[in-house]
């Protein structure tokens, strides 16, 4: 019997003695968190290739590189271990080879400058090069006899030429001009050409001054459907069709779909008859404050039946499933995403999946059913989905969440003062004290339309694990509540989201979860104008941090890529300058703004231009409000320089630390 007590208090005292080795999420965890991503199942179903991203701290950016677990989970190899960060991993019809692209060092050049298509044998040496182009691969499919690949390619740049290197000038006569990431935008454009495997002649398929993307082949490989957008101008809607065509050189292409919106992610059925895909809700030249449906049509085009119109919630990954019955979608719903099924005939919809999950990726062999997921627990993973049930196959994120303490993590609802219902998240830090009254920073999601879920984020786990109460706020304009909710801000920013926001920070307060007296608030993109939007209106918040923002709308008309969307939702300045002034109050008002503000923007960003912060940085300096601005040199709208990125966490708390917990130590 004393032996039983002894013990028992052994394991007692070692499971306390493990908890309390645990540690808050700090910045440098960053460092340690895995990306997963790109299931893809072998065509016997037995084996699951992926891709694995790891930051190299000593060369301080990313690295991808290809794994592969078997059905089982028992055998996970590595496949790839190199600086070429592959990526687009896919099986050979014959489950014998897996190819892949990746920009890898030649004889020649120290760097290639494209990507290429590599191919793997199975059985083990090394990866072939298999392609050799000119053009930008966007992506690639396989022919599903195994004879060759659909290459989706944008046409050779031409700018760099002669001995020195120096660019020619940009000569741009486009509607929109620049995008983010690409830069500033020429005619190229992108077609589809063949590759044959054993003659490694490469024929094109399309040309043209149109677009075509997204392909996906017959079961008989004879003939793909594909997305393009033939529109006489196609920079001033969004109005994509499907369309099909054989797989041969100026074969005629074959309009399936007319909605003059948005038709993407053609799926053909197992039996070749059908195409399943996703419609946009929103018949308009814009679509952005709308959510897709999964459509289904016959081959040869005609009426489209909308699976899921009536569930008034936005579906993605559409995918068939092996007797052609049935079709499964990943459905965002008021801060989850789960798994749903709709059965051809009759549309009737079936949950796989429920709960406080978010599921991001879903793909189908053979039968067999592979996705991601993560909780707020847990990182993604990936899972085997079997009857219903979720296995568990990859354990990547168990030696990231060892040592970590993680914060709570539970939803709430708030009411605005119109009566609106809003959802959010709160993240409580792992040692916050019963009753005791925490400062609250709400970190507000950017978009603006996308949702905050039941995922883990690291961000948020960051911050509460520095003593605050983090709150994430789904405010109108967000997806997952039905159009109505995602249409409400249209042409009207920073009204009711302000108020959404607002309302949730009074419901913490009431709740005695938040002080009142050190509340802050931050975001990046969409958040970070949300953010000025808030601290213009509301002069309780003590400290802010606006990432990516903008305030000074009428200063964004031709300096960012949103023309179409401008032009649509608030008209043309000189014509509307009112609606464009009002949008504009954080800056035409910033006198209101009494918030200690940190601005923060990318050099290259051509979504939210540097200017945005930039104006309103200079103008909290010159009416004497504390403030700092961050440019992070060379870089888009999403941070890609790890180091980058840790030291966004750390001036995000070492900010707050200063105005919310003044005797705080700051970085």
């Not at 050799?132 to 022919?143: A, L, M, Q, R």
């Not at 005619?187 to 040309?207: A, E, G, P, Q, W």
């Not at 779909?257 to 929103?282: E, F, H």
């Not at 953010?531 to 709308?553: E, M, P």
Request: neutral net charge; charged residues 25%.
């Amino acid at each position: 019997m004393r032996q039983s007590i002894a013990l028992l208090i052994c394991i007692l005292f070692l499971t306390v003695s493990q908890a309390q080795q645990k540690r808050p999420v700090a910045p440098i965890d960053f460092y340690r968190l895995q990306n997963i991503s790109d299931p893809q199942l072998s065509p016997d179903g037995k084996w699951v290739v992926y891709t694995l991203s790891t930051v190299d701290t000593v060369k301080d950016k990313r690295n991808r590189d290809l794994w592969m677990i078997s059905w089982d989970g028992k055998d996970n190899v590595q496949l790839t271990n190199g600086p070429g960060n592959e990526s687009l991993a896919r099986f050979s019809p014959d489950g014998k080879y897996i190819s892949f692209t990746a920009s890898r060092e030649s004889d020649d050049d120290k760097e290639e400058k494209k990507s290429q298509v590599y191919l793997l044998d199975r059985r083990g040496g090394e990866a072939k090069k298999l392609t050799d182009v000119k053009g930008d691969i966007e992506d690639y499919i396989w022919k599903p006899d195994g004879s060759g690949i659909l290459l989706v390619m944008k046409d050779p740049d031409y700018s760099d030429t002669g001995k020195t290197k120096i660019r020619t000038p940009y000569v741009m006569d486009r509607y929109q001009f620049k995008q983010d990431y690409e830069g500033y935008l020429d005619n190229r454009k992108t077609h589809f050409y063949y590759f044959d495997i054993k003659s490694k002649k490469l024929d094109t398929l399309t040309k043209g001054n149109f677009n075509e993307t997204n392909p996906s082949f017959s079961p008989d490989g004879n003939t793909i459907a594909f997305v393009s957008n033939r529109t006489p101008d196609p920079d001033k809607n969004e109005n994509t069709e499907i369309y099909t065509m054989e797989v041969k050189a100026d074969a005629p292409m074959k309009k399936i779909t007319s909605w003059p919106g948005n038709d993407i992610n053609p799926q053909w059925s197992p039996d070749g008859k059908w195409i399943a895909y996703l419609q946009s809700s929103s018949d308009k030249p814009f679509t952005m404050y709308g959510e897709n449906y999964l459509a289904v049509v016959s081959k040869d085009g005609g009426d489209a039946r909308l699976l899921s119109k009536q569930t008034d919630r936005p579906v993605r990954n559409p995918r068939w499933s092996n007797d052609g019955k049935s079709i499964s979608v990943l459905m965002e719903d008021d801060r989850q995403c789960n798994v749903i099924l709709f059965d051809v005939p009759s549309g009737q919809m079936t949950r796989i999946t429920e709960g406080n999950k978010s599921f991001a990726e879903l793909e189908t062999q053979n039968g067999n059913w592979v996705t991601t997921m993560s909780d707020p627990k847990t990182p993604l993973e990936i899972y085997a989905l079997e009857k219903n049930n979720l296995r568990r196959l990859t354990t990547v994120q168990d030696s990231f969440l060892a040592p970590l303490q993680l914060a709570t993590v539970e939803g709430f609802k708030s009411k605005s003062k119109d009566g609106t219902i809003v959802s959010g998240l709160l993240y409580r830090p792992a040692n916050a004290v019963a009753g005791q009254k925490l400062p609250l920073i709400l970190f507000i999601h950017g978009g603006p339309v996308a949702q905050d879920e039941f995922e883990f984020d690291l961000t948020r786990q960051i911050y509460a694990s520095a003593g605050y109460a983090v709150a994430a706020v789904n405010y109108r304009g967000s997806s997952g509540r039905g159009i109505a909710f995602t249409q409400s801000i249209f042409g009207d920013w920073g009204n009711k989201e302000v108020m959404d926001i607002i309302g949730a920070a009074n419901y913490l307060i009431k709740e005695g979860i938040a002080d009142e007296n050190n509340m802050g608030i931050a975001g990046w993109s969409y958040g970070g104008i949300s953010t000025n939007y808030t601290i213009a209106s509301d002069q309780r918040f003590k400290a802010a941090v606006s990432g990516a923002g903008s305030s000074l709308q009428l200063s964004m008309y031709g300096s960012d890529e949103y023309i179409n969307q401008y032009e649509n939702e608030l008209g043309v300045p000189w014509k509307n300058l009112d609606k464009w002034l009002k949008v504009s109050y954080p800056f035409l008002h910033a006198d209101r703004i009494k918030t200690p503000t940190l601005f923060m923007a990318s050099q290259n960003d051509f979504n939210v231009p540097v200017v945005g912060a930039e104006q309103m940085y200079q103008a909290l300096r010159s009416l004497g409000v504390p403030t700092e601005l961050v440019i992070y040199p060379n870089q888009n709208h999403g941070l890609v320089v790890p180091s980058y990125i840790k030291f966004r966490y750390e001036k995000h708390i070492g900010w707050f630390n200063k105005y919310l917990k003044a005797n705080q130590k700051t970085f």
